[in-house]
C-alpha cells in the first residue's frame, strides 16, 4: 500500500502469496498502479498520494480485514468514490470502528448497517486527535493512512499499545511520525499530512504468527529441535515468545538483526514441557499483541499441566469465524475438557482424540488443529482445510517436511 502511493519504484522480497496479500494487489492494480509480481518479489511503480486513479468497478478485498480497513484510509483522501467489497465472512466483520473516525475526517461513507459493502465518497480530509475505543492496529492504520490526506497534525491515542509495522514502515519511506508516552500511560502516535513518501526496497520479515504453529507443534513432541530462520521479532508483536517460554517452551533466539526497520531474528524450539501444575491465565494488556495466536496457544494449553484460560479476548468473536467458539467446539470434538466465556475459554490438560473438526472457514483454526492432530491419538480429518490459503498456501507441505513420521 505506501509502495502503491510513494514516489518512484519499490522493490518487494520475501512477499507472502496468501490470497489476503493478493487481493491487495489486485486493489491497488484497478486503482491504477503498475504491478509486476514474479513468486514473492513485487516490483512496485508508485505513483503518489495524489495519482491513484476511479476503479472501474469494486474492490474487492476478499477475506481480508486488513486490506479492507487500511484501504479505506488511503480511499478517504481520494478525489473519487470507492466501493469495497468482501467474501461472506468479511463482509460480517464490524467496520464501523474505521468509518467513525474517517467520517470525522470529512470523509463520506455509506455501509450495510456498519459492515461491507463500504461506499466511499474521499476528498481533502480533516486532522483529528482520535482516541481509540478498542484496541486495534488495523484501526490505528487506518486513521494514520488517512491522515497522509490530511491538512496538519493527526493524532491516533492508544491506552494499550498495538502492532506498529505501519508506523515502523512510514518511517521508513520518509514520513515524520511521532510515538511518545503522555499522560496515564496513554501512546501518542502523531503524523502530519504534508508528507510525501519516498520510494525504498522492502524486505518482508517471515511473520511470526505463522511461525508460531509450528513452535506449538515442536514445542509439545519431545524430542523435536526445529529451527525457523528469518523470523520478525517485533516486540509488539513477540509475546507470543515471551508467553510460550513462559509455559515453559525452550525457544532461543540468534543472529538478531534488523531487515528495514524490523528487528528479525532465528528461532530454536526444543520440544518437552516444564511439568508446571499452576493454572495459566492469559488476559490484560498481552491480548491485543497475542490475538492471532490464541487458536494454536489453545491447543498448547491442552497439553500444560495446568491447563490454560484465556479472558478478555472477546475480540475474537469478529474475526474469520467466532473464534471462541470455533476453538471450544473443536477442542471438545477432540476430547478436550473446555469452559466457553463470553470472552474467552478455559482448557484442562487433556489427552486429545483424533476426530473430525471444522476450519469454520477460518485458516488459523484450520492451522490449529492440524497440530491438534499431530498431539493426538488416531486420525484427525479437517473440513475445509483450503481456507490456510488466506494467509498461509504452503502450511500442509511446510509442515510434512518437518514432521518425522
Known sequence: ???????????????????????????????????????????????????????????????????????????AGQQFESTLIGDESLSKRPMRRIIEPLTEMGAHIESSDGNAPLRISGGRLKPIRYEMPVASAQVKSSVLLAGLFADGSTQVIEATPTRDHTERM??????????ETIADGLTEISLSGDAELSARDIQVPGDISSAAFFIVAAACLPGSELRIVNVGINPTRSAIIDTVREFG??????????????????????????QNAEPN?????????????????????????????????????????????????????????VEEFEDGFKVARSDLQGARVSSFG?????MAFAVAGLLATGETEIGDPDCVGISFPNFFSALAEVVEQ
Open 281 to 337: 491465565l492469559l488476559q490484560g494488556s498481552v491480548i491485543p499483541n497475542l490475538i492471532d495466536e490464541i487458536p494454536i496457544l489453545a491447543v498448547l494449553g491442552s497439553q500444560l499441566p495446568g491447563g490454560m484460560e484465556v479472558r478478555g479476548a472477546s475480540e475474537l468473536r469478529t474475526k474469520e469465524s467466532d473464534r471462541v467458539t470455533s476453538i471450544v467446539t473443536n477442542l471438545r470434538l477432540m476430547g478436550a475438557h
Open 362 to 366: 477460518d485458516h488459523r483454526i484450520a
Open 249 to 274: 517452551v525452550s525457544v532461543e533466539l540468534s543472529n538478531i538483526r534488523g531487515a528495514t526497520g524490523e528487528p528479525v531474528a532465528d528461532l530454536v524450539v526444543r520440544g518437552g514441557l516444564t
Open 170 to 179: 512510514l518511517r521508513g519511506f520518509g514520513v515524520d511520525i511521532t510515538t
Open 1 to 75: 500500500m505506501l509502495s502503491a502511493i510513494s514516489n518512484g519504484q519499490c522493490l518487494i522480497s520475501n512477499f507472502a502469496t496468501s490470497v489476503d496479500c493478493l487481493s491487495t494487489i489486485k486493489c491497488f492494480r484497478q486503482l491504477g498502479v503498475l504491478i509486476d509480481q514474479d513468486g514473492n518479489r513485487l516490483k512496485v511503480d508508485g505513483v503518489g498520494k495524489r495519482g491513484l486513479r476511479h476503479a472501474s468497478g469494486p474492490l474487492d478485498c476478499g477475506n481480508s480485514g486488513t486490506t479492507m480497513r487500511l484501504i479505506s484510509g488511503i480511499l
